[in-house]
Antibody
């Protein structure tokens, strides 16, 4: 079955960067977009961006455009999301999911806490 | 892109039907048949319930149905069950090739 397993929780200081990984299995990695969504505690999800492992193209929400990078490693079937210049507002769960415009399999989420 | 608008909460008794609305604009819901709905229980990842306005993924009960009229989408849950109590989120593809989510609706089964 399709599985997405994310890296563990992170604690970062303001101004730092964080890189979250998403190890996939159970499907052909190149055949599906990987999307990143974040969710602050008690809030709704926020779409951050997506990438196509096959084509290598990416799309980002304007809100994160300048400080997020989404990449993939097809040899290990792993996706990565790096967010830079962290502030306390970036404290949230970060999820990877398969799909371009709708998301049928999700990772378990990675809690990123930004605190001085 | 502003978040889609959902009611903060809805409630219903077991066996009843409820409908959750999701209002957007012509730049998202009104312009594309790419509306999805997700169910989220506390501490869990969202679960896809409906995609492309009214399509159910394999394994999702037919008690869940979706529809769209203009720039408003809706999710109907019939025959409410206790395990349906959760947060529900809508999402839509947008005219700038992104996806926007709704703020979420808390469903309480009385």
């Amino acid at each position: 079955q399709v599985q997405l397993v994310q890296s563990g929780a992170e604690v970062k200081k303001p101004g730092a960067s964080v890189k979250v990984s998403c190890k996939t299995s159970g499907y052909t990695f190149a055949n599906s977009h990987i999307t990143w969504v974040r969710q602050a505690p008690g809030q709704g999800p926020e779409w951050m961006g997506r990438t196509s492992p096959y084509y290598g193209d990416t799309n980002y929400d304007q809100k994160f455009q300048d400080r997020v990078t989404v990449t993939t490693d097809t040899s290990t079937m792993t996706a990565y999301m790096e967010l830079r210049s962290l502030t306390s507002d970036d404290t949230a769960y970060y999820f990877c999911a398969t799909g371009r415009n709708w998301f049928d399999t999700w990772g378990q989420g990675t809690l990123v806490t930004v605190s001085s | 892109q502003s978040a889609l608008i959902q009611p903060a909460s809805v409630s219903g008794s077991p066996g009843q039907s409820i409908t959750i609305s999701c209002t957007g604009t012509s730049s998202d819901i009104g312009g594309y048949n790419s509306v999805s709905w997700y169910q989220q229980h506390p501490g869990k990842a969202p679960k896809l319930m409906i995609h492309d306005v009214s399509d159910r993924p394999s394994g999702i009960s037919n008690r869940f149905s979706g529809a769209k009229s203009g720039s408003t989408a809706s999710l109907t849950i019939s025959g409410l069950q206790a395990e349906d109590e959760a947060h529900y989120y809508c999402s839509s593809y947008t005219n700038i090739n992104t996806v926007v989510f709704g703020g979420g609706t808390k469903l309480t089964v009385l």
